[in-house]
């Protein structure tokens, strides 16, 4: 069955650091989402992307924020200026419509800022 | 932000017992859908329901969402080791809305 992958499974940075987290969903998905599930926490939404643009994004996705949809496999996201309380685990979900159409959810990238 | 409350936040059961996790909100979602999470994995999707008052059961696991599209309950009948991990409810906007996550331990 084919997956959303995400890499890399772990990343530690500096604060301050540029990190860009890395998305593959499944191929013939039209709709891509970042989330973020801090430790013991709710997976909350960050962003939505649709047709090479970003369609909606929460308070959370600020200007350090950016998303990109490279080539027609990947998609990114990218923390300019990572802070401390960016720590977190970021999953990326795709699905291929809207409504009832399920997200199906990469395993994750776990971002540890120190 | 829609927000959707999930109860308990935390349950720690013997297998065998039955349970369930209730899913609130003061908004209205056109569909609502159940997601297990393990750890260091993402969600997996359960279950979505669609009409208000569908029941859908998956094996030992019996989903309800409200007449009024508000609510939602999983009911685990004969809870097995396997059945632990995080349940998160999710209801569906212009995205998908993230419940405040149940997380159940079932004890062998």
């Known amino acids: 069955e084919p997956e959303v992958t995400q890499t890399p499974s772990h990343q530690v940075t500096q604060m301050g650091q540029e990190v860009i987290l890395r998305c593959v969903p499944i191929?013939?998905?039209?709709?891509f989402y970042w989330y973020r599930q801090i430790l013991g926490q709710k997976v909350e939404f960050l962003v939505s992307?649709?047709?090479?643009?970003?369609?909606?994004k929460s308070e959370i996705f600020d200007d350090q924020f950016s998303v990109e949809r490279p080539d027609g496999s990947n998609f990114t996201l990218k923390i300019r200026s990572t802070k401390l309380e960016d720590s977190a685990m970021y999953f990326c979900?795709?699905?291929?419509?809207?409504?009832?159409?399920?997200?199906?959810f990469g395993n994750g990238t776990r971002l540890t800022v120190t | 932000t829609q927000l959707l409350e999930q109860s308990p936040q935390f349950l720690s059961i013997q297998e065998g017992e039955n349970l369930t996790v209730y899913c609130n909100s003061s908004?209205?979602?056109?569909?609502l859908q159940w997601y297990r999470q393990e750890p260091g994995e993402g969600p997996v999707l359960l279950v979505t329901?669609?009409?208000?008052?569908e029941v859908k059961k998956l094996k030992r696991l019996t989903f309800q969402f409200g007449d009024a599209r508000k609510d939602s309950s999983l009911h685990i009948t004969a809870a097995q080791p396997g059945d632990t991990g995080l349940y998160l409810c999710?209801?569906?906007?212009?995205?998908?809305?993230f419940g405040t996550g149940t997380s159940l331990t079932v004890i062998p």
């Open positions: 979900a795709s699905r291929s419509g809207t409504g009832v159409t399920p997200l199906h």
């Open positions: 191929s013939n998905h039209l709709y």
């Open positions: 992307f649709y047709n090479n643009e970003i369609s909606e």
């Open positions: 908004s209205v979602f056109s569909s």
């Open positions: 329901v669609v009409t208000g008052g």
């Open positions: 999710a209801g569906a906007g212009n995205q998908f809305y």
